[in-house]
Protein backbone atom coordinates (compact mmCIF):
# COMPACT_ATOMS: atom_id res chain seq x y z
CA UNK A 1 0.00 0.00 0.00
CA UNK A 2 1.58 3.54 -1.18
CA UNK A 3 -1.01 6.05 0.53
CA UNK A 4 -3.35 5.80 3.10
CA UNK A 5 -5.60 8.68 4.08
CA UNK A 6 -6.81 8.62 7.28
CA UNK A 7 -8.55 10.49 10.32
CA UNK A 8 -6.70 11.14 12.91
CA UNK A 9 -7.52 11.25 16.51
CA UNK A 10 -5.72 12.57 19.65
CA UNK A 11 -7.26 12.13 23.20
CA UNK A 12 -6.35 14.58 25.85
CA UNK A 13 -6.52 12.81 28.92
CA UNK A 14 -7.51 16.20 31.25
CA UNK A 15 -10.04 17.07 33.38
CA UNK A 16 -11.01 19.60 35.77
CA UNK A 17 -13.09 17.25 37.67
CA UNK A 18 -13.92 13.51 37.11
CA UNK A 19 -18.03 13.43 35.99
CA UNK A 20 -19.75 10.78 38.41
CA UNK A 21 -21.07 9.16 34.82
CA UNK A 22 -17.85 9.23 32.74
CA UNK A 23 -15.50 6.57 32.09
CA UNK A 24 -13.39 7.71 29.46
CA UNK A 25 -9.83 7.97 30.22
CA UNK A 26 -9.34 11.08 31.65
CA UNK A 27 -7.17 12.52 34.97
CA UNK A 28 -8.78 15.02 37.23
CA UNK A 29 -5.53 17.47 37.52
CA UNK A 30 -3.88 20.52 36.36
CA UNK A 31 -2.07 21.30 33.76
CA UNK A 32 0.62 22.91 34.02
CA UNK A 33 2.55 24.26 31.20
CA UNK A 34 5.48 21.71 31.95
CA UNK A 35 2.92 18.87 31.83
CA UNK A 36 1.08 20.44 28.53
CA UNK A 37 4.73 20.39 27.20
CA UNK A 38 5.48 17.04 28.17
CA UNK A 39 2.27 15.90 26.34
CA UNK A 40 2.96 18.04 23.07
CA UNK A 41 6.44 16.17 23.10
CA UNK A 42 5.44 12.64 23.84
CA UNK A 43 2.26 13.36 20.96
CA UNK A 44 4.94 14.38 18.69
CA UNK A 45 7.31 11.32 19.50
CA UNK A 46 4.32 8.94 19.06
CA UNK A 47 3.52 10.67 15.32
CA UNK A 48 7.47 10.08 14.08
CA UNK A 49 7.59 6.64 15.62
CA UNK A 50 4.13 5.63 14.11
CA UNK A 51 5.07 6.92 10.75
CA UNK A 52 7.96 4.43 10.76
CA UNK A 53 6.18 1.46 11.83
CA UNK A 54 3.52 2.04 9.47
CA UNK A 55 5.80 2.43 6.70
CA UNK A 56 7.62 -1.15 7.78
CA UNK A 57 4.32 -2.78 8.44
CA UNK A 58 2.33 -1.60 5.47
CA UNK A 59 5.01 -0.38 3.04
CA UNK A 60 2.95 3.13 3.06
CA UNK A 61 4.93 6.10 1.63
CA UNK A 62 2.64 8.70 1.98
CA UNK A 63 0.15 9.30 5.10
CA UNK A 64 -2.53 12.00 4.78
CA UNK A 65 -4.96 13.37 7.03
CA UNK A 66 -8.18 13.82 5.78
CA UNK A 67 -9.90 14.94 9.04
CA UNK A 68 -8.62 15.80 12.58
CA UNK A 69 -10.31 15.30 16.23
CA UNK A 70 -9.19 16.88 19.43
CA UNK A 71 -11.20 14.83 22.20
CA UNK A 72 -11.33 13.66 25.58
CA UNK A 73 -11.05 14.51 28.34
CA UNK A 74 -11.08 18.58 28.06
CA UNK A 75 -9.25 19.51 24.78
CA UNK A 76 -10.22 22.85 25.31
CA UNK A 77 -8.08 22.73 28.43
CA UNK A 78 -5.09 23.05 26.45
CA UNK A 79 -3.40 26.14 25.08
CA UNK A 80 -4.22 27.59 21.57
CA UNK A 81 -0.35 27.11 21.30
CA UNK A 82 -0.11 23.25 21.89
CA UNK A 83 -2.50 22.87 19.15
CA UNK A 84 -0.71 25.12 16.85
CA UNK A 85 2.74 23.91 17.18
CA UNK A 86 1.21 20.19 16.88
CA UNK A 87 -0.41 21.14 13.50
CA UNK A 88 3.03 22.82 12.60
CA UNK A 89 4.83 19.25 13.16
CA UNK A 90 2.23 17.47 11.38
CA UNK A 91 1.98 19.54 8.27
CA UNK A 92 6.24 19.36 8.03
CA UNK A 93 5.85 15.78 8.45
CA UNK A 94 2.59 14.84 6.76
CA UNK A 95 -0.03 15.69 4.34
CA UNK A 96 -1.96 17.69 6.53
CA UNK A 97 -4.78 19.67 5.62
CA UNK A 98 -7.74 18.16 6.82
CA UNK A 99 -11.28 19.61 5.79
CA UNK A 100 -12.63 19.15 9.13
CA UNK A 101 -10.58 19.67 12.43
CA UNK A 102 -12.72 19.33 15.50
CA UNK A 103 -12.08 20.62 19.32
CA UNK A 104 -13.84 19.28 22.25
CA UNK A 105 -14.68 21.96 24.29
CA UNK A 106 -16.28 22.57 28.17
CA UNK A 107 -18.46 25.15 28.58
CA UNK A 108 -16.19 26.43 31.69
CA UNK A 109 -13.00 26.33 29.95
CA UNK A 110 -13.83 28.81 27.26
CA UNK A 111 -13.02 32.75 26.85
CA UNK A 112 -13.18 34.95 23.78
CA UNK A 113 -9.87 35.22 23.35
CA UNK A 114 -8.91 31.56 23.66
CA UNK A 115 -12.04 30.37 21.45
CA UNK A 116 -10.52 33.15 19.03
CA UNK A 117 -7.03 31.43 18.71
CA UNK A 118 -8.59 28.33 18.50
CA UNK A 119 -10.26 29.34 15.39
CA UNK A 120 -7.52 31.62 13.74
CA UNK A 121 -4.96 28.59 14.18
CA UNK A 122 -7.23 26.11 12.18
CA UNK A 123 -9.89 24.56 14.07
CA UNK A 124 -12.92 24.71 12.12
CA UNK A 125 -15.44 23.20 14.09
CA UNK A 126 -15.80 23.16 17.53
CA UNK A 127 -17.97 20.79 19.67
CA UNK A 128 -19.66 22.71 22.87
CA UNK A 129 -20.58 19.85 25.96
CA UNK A 130 -23.42 21.49 27.07
CA UNK A 131 -25.21 18.55 28.20
CA UNK A 132 -28.19 20.11 29.45
CA UNK A 133 -29.90 23.30 29.76
CA UNK A 134 -31.93 22.77 33.03
CA UNK A 135 -29.73 23.39 36.60
CA UNK A 136 -31.12 20.51 37.56
CA UNK A 137 -29.75 18.28 34.85
CA UNK A 138 -26.50 19.93 34.77
CA UNK A 139 -26.43 19.64 39.34
CA UNK A 140 -27.50 15.89 38.57
CA UNK A 141 -24.65 14.97 36.06
CA UNK A 142 -21.75 16.46 38.68
CA UNK A 143 -20.74 19.37 35.55
CA UNK A 144 -18.44 21.91 36.87
CA UNK A 145 -20.53 24.14 34.64
CA UNK A 146 -23.74 26.08 35.19
CA UNK A 147 -26.54 28.05 32.44
CA UNK A 148 -24.46 30.82 32.61
CA UNK A 149 -21.33 29.64 31.58
CA UNK A 150 -23.30 27.49 28.72
CA UNK A 151 -24.41 30.58 27.23
CA UNK A 152 -21.32 32.75 27.58
CA UNK A 153 -19.32 29.54 25.52
CA UNK A 154 -22.53 29.55 22.68
CA UNK A 155 -21.34 33.54 22.40
CA UNK A 156 -17.69 33.28 22.30
CA UNK A 157 -18.29 30.24 19.63
CA UNK A 158 -20.31 32.65 17.32
CA UNK A 159 -18.18 35.55 18.06
CA UNK A 160 -14.86 33.62 16.72
CA UNK A 161 -16.29 32.77 13.23
CA UNK A 162 -17.15 29.03 13.81
CA UNK A 163 -20.05 28.41 11.03
CA UNK A 164 -19.93 24.39 12.29
CA UNK A 165 -20.35 23.42 15.85
CA UNK A 166 -21.92 20.74 17.32
CA UNK A 167 -24.13 20.86 20.91
CA UNK A 168 -23.54 17.68 23.19
CA UNK A 169 -26.48 16.56 25.20
CA UNK A 170 -27.17 13.94 27.46
CA UNK A 171 -30.82 12.65 28.31
CA UNK A 172 -32.71 10.46 30.64
CA UNK A 173 -31.40 11.87 33.78
CA UNK A 174 -33.14 11.24 37.43
CA UNK A 175 -35.90 13.21 37.08
CA UNK A 176 -35.87 15.11 33.44
CA UNK A 177 -39.46 14.91 32.18
CA UNK A 178 -40.20 15.34 28.78
CA UNK A 179 -41.36 18.93 29.34
CA UNK A 180 -37.86 19.56 30.16
CA UNK A 181 -35.76 17.83 27.44
CA UNK A 182 -38.15 19.29 25.07
CA UNK A 183 -37.74 22.66 26.51
CA UNK A 184 -33.79 21.95 26.43
CA UNK A 185 -33.95 21.38 22.54
CA UNK A 186 -36.17 24.31 22.07
CA UNK A 187 -33.47 25.95 24.11
CA UNK A 188 -30.89 24.65 21.80
CA UNK A 189 -31.97 25.52 18.46
CA UNK A 190 -32.30 29.09 19.35
CA UNK A 191 -28.30 28.58 18.45
CA UNK A 192 -28.71 27.24 14.86
CA UNK A 193 -26.65 24.46 15.96
CA UNK A 194 -25.84 22.89 12.28
CA UNK A 195 -25.08 19.65 14.39
CA UNK A 196 -26.08 18.39 17.57
CA UNK A 197 -25.72 14.81 19.98
CA UNK A 198 -28.20 12.80 22.26
CA UNK A 199 -26.39 10.63 24.07
CA UNK A 200 -28.64 8.51 26.61
CA UNK A 201 -26.92 8.53 30.18
CA UNK A 202 -25.98 4.70 31.14
CA UNK A 203 -24.74 3.00 33.87
CA UNK A 204 -20.90 2.03 33.13
CA UNK A 205 -18.58 0.05 34.87
CA UNK A 206 -15.72 1.88 37.20
CA UNK A 207 -17.97 4.66 37.74
CA UNK A 208 -19.30 6.70 40.47
CA UNK A 209 -22.96 6.07 39.57
CA UNK A 210 -22.09 2.40 38.90
CA UNK A 211 -21.51 2.76 43.02
CA UNK A 212 -24.60 4.66 43.36
CA UNK A 213 -26.66 3.09 40.93
CA UNK A 214 -26.02 -0.27 40.22
CA UNK A 215 -28.37 -3.28 41.30
CA UNK A 216 -31.10 -1.03 42.04
CA UNK A 217 -34.08 -0.18 39.68
CA UNK A 218 -32.76 2.37 36.91
CA UNK A 219 -34.00 5.34 37.11
CA UNK A 220 -36.20 5.71 34.04
CA UNK A 221 -38.37 3.47 33.24
CA UNK A 222 -38.19 1.71 29.79
CA UNK A 223 -41.78 3.44 28.11
CA UNK A 224 -40.40 7.00 29.25
CA UNK A 225 -37.41 6.87 27.52
CA UNK A 226 -38.85 5.95 24.16
CA UNK A 227 -40.95 8.97 24.75
CA UNK A 228 -37.70 11.08 25.29
CA UNK A 229 -36.25 9.16 22.21
CA UNK A 230 -39.30 10.36 20.01
CA UNK A 231 -39.31 14.10 21.21
CA UNK A 232 -35.42 14.53 20.50
CA UNK A 233 -36.13 12.85 16.71
CA UNK A 234 -39.34 14.56 16.46
CA UNK A 235 -38.49 17.91 17.26
CA UNK A 236 -35.08 18.23 15.45
CA UNK A 237 -37.06 16.50 12.19
CA UNK A 238 -39.59 19.17 12.28
CA UNK A 239 -36.48 21.45 12.26
CA UNK A 240 -34.76 20.17 9.47
CA UNK A 241 -32.38 17.91 11.30
CA UNK A 242 -31.30 14.39 9.69
CA UNK A 243 -30.65 11.81 12.11
CA UNK A 244 -28.21 10.40 10.59
CA UNK A 245 -26.55 7.87 13.65
CA UNK A 246 -28.06 6.78 16.28
CA UNK A 247 -26.95 9.99 18.83
CA UNK A 248 -26.32 12.29 16.11
CA UNK A 249 -28.07 14.78 14.23
CA UNK A 250 -27.17 17.41 11.61
CA UNK A 251 -28.34 19.93 8.88
CA UNK A 252 -27.90 18.85 5.38
CA UNK A 253 -23.77 18.80 4.95
CA UNK A 254 -22.98 19.05 8.30
CA UNK A 255 -22.89 15.53 9.38
CA UNK A 256 -19.15 14.59 11.56
CA UNK A 257 -16.82 13.95 8.89
CA UNK A 258 -14.40 12.53 11.11
CA UNK A 259 -17.35 10.50 13.11
CA UNK A 260 -18.27 9.01 9.70
CA UNK A 261 -14.69 7.91 9.22
CA UNK A 262 -15.29 5.41 12.29
CA UNK A 263 -18.79 3.81 11.25
CA UNK A 264 -17.69 3.59 8.13
CA UNK A 265 -14.51 1.02 9.07
CA UNK A 266 -12.36 3.89 7.03
CA UNK A 267 -8.65 3.64 8.15
CA UNK A 268 -7.97 6.37 11.50
CA UNK A 269 -4.95 6.58 13.92
CA UNK A 270 -5.28 7.76 17.27
CA UNK A 271 -2.71 9.35 19.54
CA UNK A 272 -2.66 9.33 23.52
CA UNK A 273 -3.36 7.18 26.36
CA UNK A 274 -6.60 5.03 25.17
CA UNK A 275 -6.67 5.81 21.47
CA UNK A 276 -7.57 2.95 19.42
CA UNK A 277 -5.77 2.90 15.15
CA UNK A 278 -7.08 1.04 12.90
CA UNK A 279 -5.29 0.77 9.38
CA UNK A 280 -6.01 -1.96 7.14
CA UNK A 281 -6.64 -5.32 8.78
CA UNK A 282 -4.60 -4.14 12.05
CA UNK A 283 -6.29 -2.73 15.28
CA UNK A 284 -4.30 -1.36 18.09
CA UNK A 285 -4.98 0.33 21.50
CA UNK A 286 -2.83 2.31 24.00
CA UNK A 287 -3.28 1.78 27.16
CA UNK A 288 -4.99 3.98 29.33
CA UNK A 289 -2.19 4.91 31.41
CA UNK A 290 -0.06 8.18 31.51
CA UNK A 291 2.51 7.33 32.67
CA UNK A 292 3.32 4.22 31.03
CA UNK A 293 2.22 6.33 27.69
CA UNK A 294 5.56 8.99 28.54
CA UNK A 295 7.20 6.39 30.19
CA UNK A 296 7.20 4.56 26.58
CA UNK A 297 7.54 7.45 24.37
CA UNK A 298 9.89 9.69 25.93
CA UNK A 299 12.25 7.39 28.28
CA UNK A 300 12.02 3.94 25.96
CA UNK A 301 11.77 5.20 22.49
CA UNK A 302 8.68 2.92 21.47
CA UNK A 303 5.63 3.51 20.83
CA UNK A 304 3.27 2.31 23.63
CA UNK A 305 0.55 -0.06 22.14
CA UNK A 306 -0.31 -3.06 23.83
CA UNK A 307 -3.23 -4.83 22.65
CA UNK A 308 -2.59 -5.40 18.72
CA UNK A 309 -5.15 -7.41 17.14
CA UNK A 310 -5.21 -8.99 13.14
CA UNK A 311 -8.90 -8.68 12.38
CA UNK A 312 -9.94 -11.62 10.02
CA UNK A 313 -13.09 -11.19 7.68
CA UNK A 314 -15.58 -12.60 10.43
CA UNK A 315 -14.46 -9.41 12.51
CA UNK A 316 -14.80 -6.74 9.49
CA UNK A 317 -18.19 -8.13 8.74
CA UNK A 318 -19.38 -8.19 12.60
CA UNK A 319 -17.71 -4.88 13.04
CA UNK A 320 -19.49 -3.68 9.52
CA UNK A 321 -22.64 -4.74 11.09
CA UNK A 322 -22.08 -2.91 14.24
CA UNK A 323 -21.26 0.21 12.88
CA UNK A 324 -23.19 -0.18 10.06
CA UNK A 325 -26.10 -0.25 12.09
CA UNK A 326 -25.44 2.94 13.68
CA UNK A 327 -26.02 4.70 10.67
CA UNK A 328 -29.39 5.86 8.93
CA UNK A 329 -28.17 4.21 5.99
CA UNK A 330 -28.13 0.94 7.22
CA UNK A 331 -25.57 -1.84 5.53
CA UNK A 332 -25.38 -3.63 2.60
CA UNK A 333 -26.06 -6.94 2.17
CA UNK A 334 -24.64 -7.04 -1.02
CA UNK A 335 -21.18 -5.64 0.33
CA UNK A 336 -21.29 -8.04 3.57
CA UNK A 337 -21.24 -10.68 0.98
CA UNK A 338 -18.45 -9.47 -2.01
CA UNK A 339 -16.13 -7.88 0.82
CA UNK A 340 -16.34 -9.95 3.44
CA UNK A 341 -17.66 -13.01 1.90
CA UNK A 342 -20.33 -13.33 4.97
CA UNK A 343 -23.84 -13.49 4.88
CA UNK A 344 -27.37 -13.10 7.63
CA UNK A 345 -29.60 -15.30 8.03
CA UNK A 346 -32.65 -14.90 5.53
CA UNK A 347 -34.91 -16.08 8.67
CA UNK A 348 -33.93 -13.96 11.25
CA UNK A 349 -33.59 -10.77 8.98
CA UNK A 350 -37.92 -12.01 8.15
CA UNK A 351 -38.45 -12.01 11.61
CA UNK A 352 -36.55 -8.44 12.57
CA UNK A 353 -38.59 -7.10 9.71
CA UNK A 354 -41.94 -8.84 11.06
CA UNK A 355 -41.09 -7.34 14.14
CA UNK A 356 -41.25 -4.07 12.33
CA UNK A 357 -37.13 -3.91 13.96
CA UNK A 358 -35.60 -3.69 10.43
CA UNK A 359 -36.20 -2.39 6.83
CA UNK A 360 -34.83 -3.69 3.99
CA UNK A 361 -34.56 -1.89 0.75
CA UNK A 362 -32.71 -2.75 -2.72
CA UNK A 363 -30.44 -5.57 -0.71
CA UNK A 364 -29.62 -2.68 2.13
CA UNK A 365 -31.65 -2.56 6.08
CA UNK A 366 -31.57 -0.70 8.28
CA UNK A 367 -33.02 0.25 11.86
CA UNK A 368 -36.48 1.36 12.52
CA UNK A 369 -36.98 3.93 15.05
CA UNK A 370 -38.06 1.40 17.64
CA UNK A 371 -35.08 -0.97 16.19
CA UNK A 372 -32.31 1.75 17.14
CA UNK A 373 -33.41 1.35 20.91
CA UNK A 374 -32.14 -2.12 20.50
CA UNK A 375 -28.80 -1.84 18.41
CA UNK A 376 -27.10 -3.81 20.62
CA UNK A 377 -29.63 -6.46 20.75
CA UNK A 378 -30.31 -6.68 17.43
CA UNK A 379 -26.63 -6.83 16.65
CA UNK A 380 -26.30 -9.92 18.47
CA UNK A 381 -28.96 -11.46 16.82
CA UNK A 382 -27.29 -10.71 13.44
CA UNK A 383 -23.91 -11.79 14.66
CA UNK A 384 -25.05 -15.33 15.59
CA UNK A 385 -26.86 -15.07 12.25
CA UNK A 386 -23.77 -14.64 10.05
CA UNK A 387 -23.03 -17.80 7.69
CA UNK A 388 -20.70 -18.00 4.87
S1 LIG B 1 -15.52 16.52 31.46
FE1 LIG B 1 -16.11 14.97 29.95
S2 LIG B 1 -14.36 13.59 29.76
FE2 LIG B 1 -14.07 14.82 31.64
S3 LIG B 1 -14.89 13.53 33.25
FE3 LIG B 1 -16.57 14.89 32.60
S4 LIG B 1 -17.65 13.73 30.98
FE4 LIG B 1 -15.68 12.73 31.32
New binding site residues.
Partial sequence: MEKISSGLYLHVPF?????P????Y?L?IKVSKYLENKYLKAIKRELSLLKSFLEKKFEIKSLSFITFYAG???PSLLSPHFYEDLFNFLVKNFKFSPKELTI?A?PETLTLEKTKAFYEIGFNRISL?V?SFSQRGLKFL???HNLRDIFKALEFILKSGFKNFSLDFIFGWKGQGEKTLKKEILKALEYKPPHLSFYELTLEKGTVFYQIFKGKKYWIKEERLLNLYKIIEETLKINGYERYEISNYALAGFKCKHNLIYWELKPYLGLGPSAVSRVENLRWKNPKDLNYYFESLLKENKLPLKIVENLDNCEFAKEYIFMGLRLQEGISLKKLKKKYNYSLSEEILDTLIKEKLIERKNKKIRLTFEGKLLHNQIVLLLWRSLYN
Avoid at 21 to 24: I, N, P, Q, V
Fill in positions: CLKKCYCDFSSGGTENGQGRL
